[in-house]
C-alpha cells in the first residue's frame, strides 16, 4: 500500500490536481484503491505490450511465428486462458476491497449529514442523537487520524460526494440516505468537486474537507458551540443591520440573529471558511462583497440573485460583519 | 434423409443449370426491380437505396454531433473559457451523446444491415422494405427536428441518460427534456422496426444452402444485435414513456415523495444503455470479421469461437447494466455480480480480437486504406477494453466514475469499436455502390489523421479524470494543473475534424452512387456481396456450400450472372424472394415483396409530426397527424397478403415452392412474433417497476379491489383468447363463411374491452389514482400499455370485415386474420398477467 505522499494545508494547494489525487491518498480508504489502481495500470500497459506484440508478430513477423500465431490454439490462449485468469485475479482482488470498503459504521463515530444541494453542500454535525448540533455549508472539519460516518442526502437532484484523496465518490440521491467513511491520516485540507451532473453550474460546486489534529479540532468544535459573538466595531454592526434589512435572512441563517432561512447556505460561520461560492473563490472581504453585488457573474445560474442595489460602502460593510462570523 | 423441411438437398446438384436462359428474362427482372425516378424517388423501397440514404443520414448525425463535439473542446481548451455560456454548453453536451449514440451509432449499424445484408445473404432485398423505407424516413425526419431543436435553444440539457428528478417537470420545466424524449421516441421506432426486419431477412431470406454455420460473421452480428435490441429497447422505451407521463400527467414514477425512486430510471436506463454498447460495436466487430479476411486474403481463423463470442457477448451484456450505478450505493452483494459479469464480458472482446490477430498472422497483409482503419482499430478498442476491465472493479471505479477517464474509456471502446470498423467498412463497400472507389491516397491520410487525433485527444483524459475533472463541466478553474491536458485533447480533436473533413473530400471526389456498375470487388472479398448486383441483388440466388464462396468457386460470379441458379427472373412477374428455413436454408416458398409506395413515407411524416406537435404542445394538430399516420399505416398493409395466381412456381431447375405459406414458416408471422416479443419485454419492465417501487415504500401501498374483481378480469381475458383462436380456426373454412372470422374477432376485441373496462374501474373504485403514489403510478402505467395495444386491436375487426367485404379473405390465405388473433391471444395473456401481478402481489396490502 503506498503510504500517503504529501499533506497540503492551504485551499489553492489542496486544489492542485497534481500529483493525481487519487494516487495520492491521505487516508486508509482512498489508499487502499490507489494500490489497486497501480496494480490496475500494471495490468493494463502488460496486456497491451502483449496484445501489441501478438500484432506486430503477426504483421511483421518471421513465417514460424505467424504460423504459429495463425492457429486456433492462439485464440484459445491469448484470447481466452490468459484474461480469464488475469481478470479472476483481480476480481478476487476488487471484490475483497469492495467488501471492506463498505464495512458498516462503528457506534460511537462521529457523524456528519451532507445534504447536495443546487449548486452548495449543506452540512449538519450531528450529536450522538442524531440531533444537528451545527449548522454549517460547504467545508467540512474532521479530526484526523479517525473514521467519521458521512450521511449523504439530496434535497432537490442527484449529486454526487467525491473527495478523492480521502475516499471514491458515493452519490446523494433524493429519498435515500448512503453512508460514506471518510478518514484523513493527518491535518490538511482536502479538496473535491460535485461528480454527477446537477445541471446549471454543476461545473462550479466544489467541497472542502479540513482534518484537524484530534485537540485543534475538539478547540473548533468547542468554539462553534459557544454563543456567538457580537459585531467587533461599529462598522461590521453596520453590516450586521444592512443584512436584515435587505432581507438576507429569507434564504440564510445566521446563529444569534434573526435571520433564519434555510433556503441557502447557513453564514454563521462564513467567515472561517476558505472558500466563497462553494468551493471556488478563496475566502476575503473582496471576494464575499463581490459575490454579494453580482453572483451571477463569477457562478451564472446559482440560486442566489445580484444586490447590484447595494452601494460599494454598504457592501463593504456586509463583507466586514460576514467576514467576523468566524 | 438431411433435412430440415423435407426438402431433398439433392436438388442442389441440379445447379448451376447448363440450359441457356430466355434473352427476355434478364430484361423483365430489371423491368420489375426498377426503381422510380424524378420526385417519385422519394417512394423507392429498395434497399440499395434506402440502405445508402439510411447509411448517408447516419453519417451526416456523426458530422453535427462531431461538430458539437469541437465546440465542446473549444470551450475546455482554457479555463474559464467564454466561448459557450453555461446553458448552451449544457445543451451541446447533452446532444453531443444524444446524437451520437442514437442518432448516429444505432442507425449507422442498421444502415449498413440494410445495405449489406440482403446482397451477402443474396436475398432480391429485405423482407419488408416499405418497412424499411418508414423506419429510415421516420428517423431522418424526426432527427433533423430534434437537433434542430438546438438552433432554438430548445435542446436538451440533462445530459445524455436524462436522470430524473433533474429532468422531472420540477427542475426541466421547459420542453427541452420533451425534446429529447421525442428524439429516442423516432429511434426507438426505427430500431425496433430495424431489428424486426433484420431478424426475419437473416433467418428466412438466406441463399438456399447456407446453413447457419456458412453464414457470414456480419450476418451473425446483425443477428444477436436485433435480439439485442428486441431485450434491451423495451427498457428505455418504458422508461421514456414513464418519464413522459410524469413529466405531462404528474404521476410520480421518479419522486420519491410520493413513493417513486430516481433509481428506476438508472435501473430502466442501463438496462438498455449498456447493452447499447454491445448493441452498436458487436455489428461493427461483425464488420472487421468480413474485412480482416479480406485485407489478410485467408478465411477468418476461429470462425466458431468468433460467433460463440458474439452470442456470449450479447448474453451477457444483459446482466452488466449496474456497473454504472455503483457509486449510488448499491448493496456489496449486487455491486460483486456486476463487477464479476462487467469483467466476464471482457472476454468474448478478447477472443474476437486475438481471432483477427490471427488471421492477420495467417495470411499477407496488403496495406490497403481498410486494413489501417481495421488494424487501428484493434490497438484502440484494445486500450479502451482495458480501461473497462479498470472501471468494472468497483473501488477503482468509485475513483474513476463520472471523471474524465470514463470519457477516455467510453471513447476508447466507441471509437476503436465502432468508428474505426466504419471507416474501414466505408473504403472496403463504397465500390460496391459507387463506380469508382474512395481514393487510397486519400484513405491513407483520413487514417493517419483521425487516429492520431483520436489518441491525442483521449489519451490525456485518463490523466485529466485522475487529476479530479467531473465530466459534464461547462467549465474549470484555472491553478489545478487540467489545463495542458485539456487543451492538448482540444488539438487532438481538430485533427479529428480534419480528418473527418479530408474524407467528406474524397466522397465528393470519387463517390459517385450507382445501383449496377459498381467498381467492384477491387479488395478481394469472397462473400456473396461481391457477385455483380443490380437492384434485384444478384441475377440468380446461388447455392452457398463454403463460407467464401467467391474464393472456393471462381466461376461462381458468371453462373450467377448468367442465371444458372435459383430464381433466375421474376418467377411470378412481380417483386420476390426466396423464403428459406431458419437452419439449413432450404427452399420453402417465393415471398411476393411490395414496390415503391409513398404510403409509408406518409406514415412516417405523419408519425414524426405526431410527436413534434405534442412536443410542443399543439395538441389538436398532433392527434389529427397521428390518425393520418395511422389511416397511411393501414393503407399500406391493404396491399399486403394479396392472392397470386400460380399456387407454385418454379424457381430454377424445375424445383417448384408454393407462393404461400402460412404460420412458422410464414415471414409474417416471424414478424409479428418479434413485435410481440418487444411488447411483452415492456410489460416485464413496467411489472419491474411496479415491484421495485414496492420494495422502496411499501407502506403507501393500497389494497387492491374485491378478488372477484381479479375473477372477473381474468375470465373477460380468457374469453377473448378463446375466440381469438376460434377466428383463425374460422378463418380456415370455406369462402361461404368468410365473416365468420371477423365476426368472431369482433367479438374477441369486445370481450378484451370489457376486461380492461373492468380492470380499470375496480381499481379506480378502489380508490387507487394515477398521481397519488408508486402503486399508483404503475399499475395505472401498465393499464395504459394494455389500452394503447388495445387500441390498435380494436382496429382490427373493422380492417378484417373491410377485407373480407373486399374479397381479399380466403381460406388458404389466412395470414391477416392469423396473425390479428396472435395479436388479440396476446394481449389477452398480457392482460391476465398485469392484472394477477398487481392484484396478488404483494396482496392484502
Known amino acids: ?326 | 434423409m438431411n433435412s430440415e423441411t423435407g426438402f431433398d438437398p439433392a436438388l442442389y446438384e441440379r445447379f448451376p443449370t447448363r440450359e441457356p436462359r430466355p434473352p427476355a428474362e434478364l430484361e423483365e427482372l430489371k423491368q420489375v426491380w426498377r426503381a422510380p425516378r424524378g420526385w417519385a424517388l422519394l417512394t423507392v423501397v429498395n434497399n440499395n437505396y434506402i440502405g445508402l440514404f439510411y447509411v448517408g443520414a447516419a453519417f451526416l448525425f456523426f458530422v453535427l454531433a462531431g461538430v458539437l463535439a469541437l465546440l465542446i473542446r473549444a470551450q475546455l481548451a482554457l479555463p474559464l473559457n467564454g466561448i459557450l455560456p453555461q446553458e448552451t454548453y449544457n445543451q451541446v453536451f447533452t446532444m453531443h451523446g444524444t446524437v451520437m449514440m442514437f442518432l448516429f451509432a444505432v442507425p449507422a449499424v442498421e444502415a449498413l444491415g440494410v445495405m449489406l445484408l440482403p446482397q451477402m445473404l443474396a436475398a432480391r432485398d429485405l423482407p419488408f422494405p416499405r418497412l424499411s423505407a418508414y423506419a429510415f424516413w421516420a428517423y431522418l425526419v424526426g432527427g433533423l427536428c430534434f437537433f434542430a431543436s438546438i438552433f432554438f435553444g430548445l435542446a436538451p440539457d440533462g445530459g445524455w441518460f436524462m436522470y430524473p428528478p433533474l429532468t422531472s417537470r420540477a427542475y426541466s420545466p421547459g420542453i427541452n427534456a420533451d425534446f429529447w424524449l421525442l428524439g429516442i421516441g423516432f429511434i426507438e421506432i426505427s430500431a425496433i422496426a430495424g431489428a424486426v426486419e433484420i431478424i426475419v431477412g437473416v433467418l428466412k431470406t438466406r441463399a438456399p444452402g447456407m446453413t447457419l454455420d456458412k453464414l457470414p460473421v456480419f450476418a451473425w452480428a446483425m443477428l444477436v444485435f436485433a435480439a439485442m435490441i428486441v431485450i434491451g429497447f423495451p427498457a428505455v422505451i418504458l422508461g421514456t414513456l414513464l418519464l413522459e407521463l410524469e413529466r405531462a400527467l404528474n404521476w410520480p414514477f421518479f419522486d420519491p415523495t410520493r413513493g417513486g425512486d430516481p433509481v428506476l430510471w438508472q435501473h430502466l436506463f442501463w438496462f438498455f444503455g449498456h447493452p447499447e454498447v454491445y448493441i452498436i460495436f458487436l455489428p461493427a466487430a461483425g464488420l472487421m470479421s468480413m474485412i480482416v479476411p479480406t485485407v489478410a486474403r485467408t478465411p477468418l481463423v476461429g470462425y466458431r469461437l468468433v460467433v460463440l463470442a458474439l452470442l456470449a457477448t450479447g448474453f451477457i451484456s444483459f446482466g452488466v447494466w449496474s456497473h454504472h450505478m455503483f457509486a449510488t450505493g448499491m448493496p456489496p452483494i449486487s455491486v460483486s455480480f456486476f463487477s464479476a459479469a462487467s469483467m466476464a464480458v471482457s472476454v468474448p472482446a478478447g477472443v474476437q480480437v486475438f481471432s483477427w490477430i490471427a488471421t492477420l498472422s495467417a495470411g499477407k497483409v496488403r496495406w490497403t486504406t481498410p486494413a489501417l482503419f481495421a488494424i487501428g482499430s484493434i490497438v484502440t478498442f484494445t486500450m479502451g477494453g482495458l480501461t473497462g476491465v479498470m472501471v468494472a472493479l468497483v473501488p477503482f471505479d468509485w475513483q474513476a466514475h463520472d471523471t474524465y477517464f470514463i470519457v477516455a474509456h467510453l471513447h476508447y471502446v466507441l471509437i476503436g469499436g465502432m468508428v474505426f470498423p466504419l471507416f474501414a467498412a466505408f473504403y472496403y463497400w463504397a465500390p460496391m455502390t459507387s463506380r469508382r472507389p474512395l481514393s487510397e491516397r486519400l484513405g491513407r491520410w483520413v487514417f493517419g489523421l483521425v487516429f492520431t487525433g483520436v489518441h491525442v485527444s483521449f489519451l490525456p483524459m485518463h490523466l485529466t479524470g485522475l487529476m479530479g475533472m467531473p465530466r459534464r463541466v461547462y467549465t474549470y478553474l484555472p491553478g489545478r494543473g487540467w489545463e495542458l491536458p485539456n487543451l492538448i485533447s482540444t488539438v487532438g480533436a481538430f485533427m479529428i475534424g480534419l480528418g473527418v473533413l479530408l474524407f467528406v473530400v474524397d466522397l465528393i471526389r470519387n463517390f459517385r452512387f450507382t445501383t449496377g456498375d459498381g467498381a467492384g470487388n477491387v479488395y478481394g472479398g469472397g462473400s456473396l456481396e461481391w457477385l455483380p448486383t443490380g437492384l434485384y441483388s444478384a441475377r440468380s440466388i446461388p447455392v452457398v456450400r463454403e463460407r467464401y464462396p467467391l474464393w472456393e468457386r471462381p466461376g461462381l460470379a458468371e453462373d450467377v450472372q448468367e442465371g444458372r441458379y435459383f430464381l433466375p427472373g421474376a418467377a411470378t412477374g412481380v417483386r420476390e424472394t426466396l423464403i428459406t428455413s431458419t437452419l439449413r436454408a432450404e427452399p420453402q416458398y417465393l415471398q411476393r415483396m411490395p414496390g415503391p409506395s409513398a404510403w409509408p413515407v406518409l406514415a412516417a411524416v405523419f408519425t414524426a409530426g405526431f410527436f413534434l406537435l405534442l412536443t410542443v404542445q399543439a395538441y389538436g394538430p398532433g392527434v389529427v397527424s397521428g390518425v393520418l399516420a395511422v389511416a397511411c399505416v393501414l393503407r399500406w398493409v391493404w396491399e399486403t397478403d394479396r392472392p397470386m395466381r400460380e399456387k407454385h412456381v418454379d424457381v430454377g431447375a424445375g424445383i417448384r415452392v408454393p407462393t404461400y405459406a402460412t404460420g412458422p414458416a410464414s415471414h409474417g408471422w416471424w414478424a409479428m412474433v418479434v413485435l410481440l416479443i418487444v411488447a411483452g419485454m415492456i410489460f416485464l419492465m413496467a411489472g419491474f417497476s411496479y415491484v421495485f417501487l414496492w420494495s422502496r415504500r411499501p407502506d403507501l401501498w393500497i389494497p387492491p379491489p374485491d378478488q372477484l374483481w381479479l375473477a372477473a378480469v381474468v375470465g373477460g381475458y380468457a374469453a377473448a383468447g378463446a375466440l381469438a383462436w376460434l377466428a383463425a380456426r374460422a378463418a380456415r373454412r370455406p369462402v361461404s363463411h368468410v365473416f365468420w372470422a371477423p365476426a368472431l374477432a369482433t367479438l374477441a376485441v369486445a370481450a378484451l374491452a370489457c376486461a380492461y373496462a373492468a380492470d380499470l374501474g375496480s381499481w379506480w373504485a378502489a380508490g387507487l389514482r394515477p398521481d397519488a403514489s408508486g402503486q399508483g403510478a404503475t399499475v395505472f402505467a401498465i393499464l395504459a400499455w394494455q389500452g394503447v395495444m388495445g387500441a390498435a386491436a380494436s382496429l382490427m375487426p373493422g380492417y378484417l370485415i373491410a377485407r373480407a367485404v373486399a374479397g381479399l379473405l380466403s381460406p388458404v390465405r389466412t395470414s391477416t386474420v392469423d396473425l390479428s388473433a396472435l395479436f388479440i391471444g396476446y394481449l389477452a395473456a398480457q392482460g391476465s398477467l398485469g392484472a394477477l401481478l398487481v392484484r396478488l402481489f404483494p396482496g392484502g396490502g
Open chain 1, 1 to 326: 500500500m503506498s503510504p500517503p505522499t504529501s499533506t497540503r494545508s492551504t485551499l489553492a494547494e489542496a486544489l492542485r490536481g497534481w500529483p493525481p489525487p487519487p494516487l495520492d491518498p491521505a487516508g486508509p480508504h482512498a489508499g487502499a484503491v490507489a494500490a489497486l489502481s497501480w496494480a490496475l495500470f500494471g495490468m493494463f500497459v502488460a496486456v497491451l505490450l502483449v496484445v501489441v506484440a501478438a500484432l506486430l508478430v503477426a504483421l511483421f513477423g518471421k513465417p514460424a511465428w505467424r504460423r504459429r500465431l495463425a492457429r486456433e490454439k492462439a485464440i484459445w490462449i491469448g484470447g481466452l486462458a490468459f484474461p480469464v485468469v488475469v481478470l479472476t485475479a483481480l476480481l478476487v482482488w476488487g471484490l475483497t476491497l469492495t467488501r471492506d470498503l463498505t464495512a458498516a459504521p462503528q457506534p460511537g463515530e462521529m457523524r456528519v449529514r451532507v445534504t447536495g444541494e443546487m449548486w452548495w453542500w449543506r452540512v449538519v454535525y450531528l450529536d450522538g442523537e442524531g440531533r444537528a448540533a451545527i449548522l454549517d455549508a460547504n467545508e467540512l472539519h474532521i479530526p484526523a487520524g479517525t473514521p467519521v460516518t458521512l450521511e449523504l442526502e439530496a434535497a432537490d437532484v442527484i449529486h454526487s460526494f467525491w473527495i478523492p484523496r480521502l475516499a471514491g465518490k458515493l452519490d446523494m440521491i433524493p429519498g435515500r440516505r448512503n453512508i460514506l467513511r471518510i478518514q484523513a491520516d493527518s491535518p490538511g485540507v482536502y479538496a473535491g468537486q460535485c461528480a454527477e451532473y446537477c445541471g446549471g453550474p454543476h461545473a462550479l460546486m466544489g467541497f472542502v474537507v479540513v482534518a484537524h489534529a484530534p485537540a485543534e479540532f475538539e478547540r473548533w468544535r468547542a468554539e462553534r458551540l459557544a454563543p456567538p459573538a457580537p459585531p467587533p466595531d461599529a462598522f461590521a454592526a453596520r453590516g450586521a443591520q444592512l443584512f436584515e434589512t435587505a432581507g438576507c435572512g429569507a434564504c440564510h441563517r445566521v446563529r444569534g440573529t434573526g435571520a433564519e432561512g434555510l433556503a441557502g447556505p447557513d453564514l454563521s460561520h462564513v467567515g472561517a471558511r476558505r472558500s466563497l461560492g462553494a468551493g471556488i473563490l478563496p475566502n476575503n472581504h473582496g471576494a464575499l462583497a463581490g459575490w454579494i453585488a453580482d453572483s451571477q457573474a463569477i457562478k451564472p445560474g446559482n440560486r442566489m440573485p445580484p444586490y447590484r442595489v447595494l452601494s460599494g460602502e454598504e457592501l463593504r460593510a456586509l463583507a466586514a460583519w460576514l467576514g467576523s462570523r468566524r
